[in-house]
């Protein structure tokens, strides 16, 4: 019964982490999106300057185009199971070379060194990362796209 108490445990800990990476997401992207707008946009005679953050939100707002602070926010809720799967790829790992160590030394329970758990969060990162990557293009090209003619900018 302690066992899965453990995996509850954990599992638990990842829903907490979704619950607040959603929240995170909800209320800063509209300030991420701000910020990208205020950098590719520059006006006539302010030619190479970026407007205020107040002076940007109150253009969107005079447009209209309030709702384009949320552009990019749907890749952006899909990364959150970033984290998901640098966990998942960490436990299959370790759960692979666990059962390859027992099987060459013959024990029950096999320990890994701190070094190994390194390389194995190392890994678990890099097949995350390689996994999630497609997706943080596409927020980033949303994130882009000028809204008013359809066209990246």
Known sequence: MMYL??????????????????????LTNPLWELNTKEVLVTTGDDKGKTPSTLKALYELW?????????????PSLILVSAPMTQFYFYELLLRISSSMISKNK???????????????GALSKALSTLVTY?????????????????IMV
Not at 106 to 120: E, G, M, Q, Y
Not at 134 to 150: F, H, M, S
């Open 134 to 150: 497609p997706i943080q293009t596409i927020r980033t090209c949303l994130q882009t796209l000028d809204d008013t003619e359809g």
């Open 62 to 74: 005079r447009k209209g185009e309030i709702a384009s602070l949320y552009t990019g926010v749907v």
């Open 5 to 26: 108490g453990s995996i509850l445990r954990r599992y638990w800990s990842l829903i907490t982490a979704c619950e607040a990476g959603i929240a995170t997401v909800l």
């Open 106 to 120: 013959k024990v029950v329970s096999a320990v890994l060194s701190p070094s190994a758990n390194f390389i194995l």
